[in-house]
């Protein structure tokens, strides 16, 4: 098997050399680096959440790696995808592409959060009804789209409908689903 | 669509049972060494433990053990089902884990190992799953039995419990755990009529779904073990080449950046979080080794192709005389050809993992888990029993996750770091770095007469998957995926040989695709009939129909289709509609596409119409939901998808150049499903092989442009201006 060169100054060492008792040294690294971060505050699903990274840090990671709020998927890392969709302000943005130091103190909606809405509650229940989901991956983001379609437009036609999901790839192949599930929660109560 | 995918609700209670793709989820503490057949006395009293599948705790819970892992084809819903229906359970009780690795309890009989793919779930546990409920149903009413001191046969199990017919006394499974638990499991437990099944053949809701609405649902991406570090690495960008040298000072700036671990062929950044490994990453400086692959281009991988189709291959099958029935009638001679393919799956490869000095933890999604763990048993040269692997719910498998080489590498990194660590890749790395759907060329030539094919020969030349995957499945030149659906061409030709010609692209790895063998085979072939029944006259459908004498379920999925699609009504101009029937996977199916074709040669596909014949169906809308999404990914591949190489290199890198179908461009989809009480087929694969076919031909109906390579070719279908 191959080994590890690990090029950090004193320890350029191979896999093979390295014994397990060798202090890791990223806890020196992390060390200063970690005095340098700024403090960003969140408005993550109604509260404030502290996470310490550099005010460029997508949205994306500070919620995935930070918070742990791991429902928010990551799918491309360039907005071609709609993995990554949460919603600012009731808006539906890729969280890939928006730093944390540009959101300030507006409120932040993921889909751990979502349900707790009346258009993320109808989209979630006629996702389930008409079993929408295959693999689930993209449903995160495609939820959240869908309800912030409804919040804007109770009643969407199918070009709303288009305009609103295209930005959500589903590898599985769920639209023709999707498309019923947006007109079922539309019609609910 | 159908109108019939409402399923029936499930209760919230489920919910809290199903403990999938947590970190618990293979800590099944007496799975390990359990029999699928034999005594069970030897098992803890607290539950009854009959095989390998099923344990009933006092309280009467049922959890059943899934082998197969969940991707989102329902699997772990319909083997559920089949588990629970012979075993007479109470739906509402039953609850699922995944199965720790363990190819002699878990391994897929097809296979031998425990594999998840070739759309096969079904159809290799069909008799393995009933087998192991009914022993169990056997067992319980055995031990109520006893407990009454009356003849076993007098008894019957439903819903969770068994009753004496007579006294109509009744007792729940939960009541008799102990006394089943020292009974012998019957060696070959009776099956049950399937005129009386009571779950399977019902849409009932998927146990996955519900978690899957609202973010609480584990993937591999999603593991979290105390403490873990997020890595993401640079594979050397040309195929075989490895790293020169890594000038890592701006890296070590990056705010988060904790660790740069340099490997033979590829570098990883670790950090606090996935974007301070990015960004470690961005910031190294790596110099390559190209390696002998730098010159590599598409061109060379196709003269190779083209050149290795021209010499005969190993005759995979052969009947009458196809070469003297060749020179009879009108001959036509054509060739296809299909492009490299990357699976790209919404959830991007990832692996997390734990190398301590005495073993090794892994949270991984894979369709191969045994092979996940002997991959990071080899790197870490611990043994077996000490290597963990954790799985997980899959975001897309497509065939990518029945390799263990994101296992192997994130193993690799792994044992440099201290703790924890996830590795993710990017998605360009993900795309660059896939084992890659082969390219293939197949050459037909036949020959009609009176409307018939008399003479056929095809020659398919490409990869052998299985040769490097399941090497004993390689003999005699023969790869029998690569011929699969083409040696066993469902039309009546008396004359036909059909040959398989081994080639190995230069540099480019291939593996397992969605629709595997068939999916080129059957493009190949259902393109091929269209042309020929143009030479010989007959409309597609009748030309086809005419030919499946021998195969009256799928002239009876053509006959449904032809009238449900309206074929033969008239319609616009530049549009048309196409026709493809394949016998792939167990299943028969026939698909009517129909597509509008612009002035600037951009393909719409509107409507797409399948009827299928998959024998008994175990969930009727989990098969309606794979061939509606099988669909959508075979027309993304017919449409847009082509991995090209220049310079050793992939060219694509993300979906801005890789390009998916898109809700705005899915057609409506109907699927007819045809009754039928045969055995189980295969479905997840189907709808990807039956698109590409039926689009081409739409496609010739709308243009009178015949289109042999895929993708379509958009230059080739506009309305030509004059200059
Ligand atoms: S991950 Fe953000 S759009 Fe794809
Ligand atoms: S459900 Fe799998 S990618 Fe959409």
Redesign the pocket.
Known sequence: MKTARILNGAWQKSAAEMSYEIPPLWHTLQTQQTLELPVVNLHVNGEVKAVEAANDTPL?WALRDLLGLTGT?????????????VHVDGKPV????VPIGSIGERAITTIEGIGATPPGRKVQQAWLHLEVIQCGYCQSGQIMSAAALLAGKPDPSDADIDAAMA?NICRCGTYVRIREAIKKAARSA | MQSNIECTPMTTSRRAFLKVGTAAGTALLLGFHIPVTGSAAAQARSSFVPNAFIRIDRQGAVTLTMPQVEMGQGVYTSVSMILAEELDAKWEQVALEAAPPNDKLYGNPLFGIQVTGNSNSIRAFWTSLRKAGAGARAMLIEAAARRWKVDANTCHADNGAVTHATTGRSLAYGALVEDASHLSAPQDPPLKDPAHFKIIGKSLQRLDTPEKVNGQALYGIDAMPPGVKFATLAICPVFGGTVGHVEDSKAKQVPGVCQIVVLDDLVAVVGDHMWAAKQGLAALDITWDEGPNAHVTSDTVWRQLRAASAKSGAVARTAGDAAKALSSGERLDSAYELPFLAHAPMEPLNCTVHVKPDMCEVWVGSQVLTRAQAAAAQVTGLPLDKVTVHNHLIGGGFGRRLEADMVEKAVRIAKAVDGPVKVVWSREEDIQHDIYRPVYRDVLAASVADGRIVGWTHRITGSSILARWLPPAFKNGIDIDGVDSAADIPYDIPNLRVEFQRDEPPAVPTGFWRGVGPNNNVFAIESFLDELAKKAGKDPVAFRRDMLGKVPRLRAALDLVASKAGWGTPLPARTGRGVAAQTAFGSFIATVAEVKVDENGDVHVQRIVSAVDTGIVVNPDTVLAQLQGGLIFGLTAALFGEITIDKGRVQQSNFQNYRMLRINEAPKIEVHLIASGEAPGGIGETGTTAAPPAVGNAIYAATGIRLRRLPIDRALLAVRKTA
């Open positions: 994306l998927k990551f799918g491309c890392g360039i907005a071609q995808c709609g993995a990554c969709t890729r969280s890939c592409v930005g």
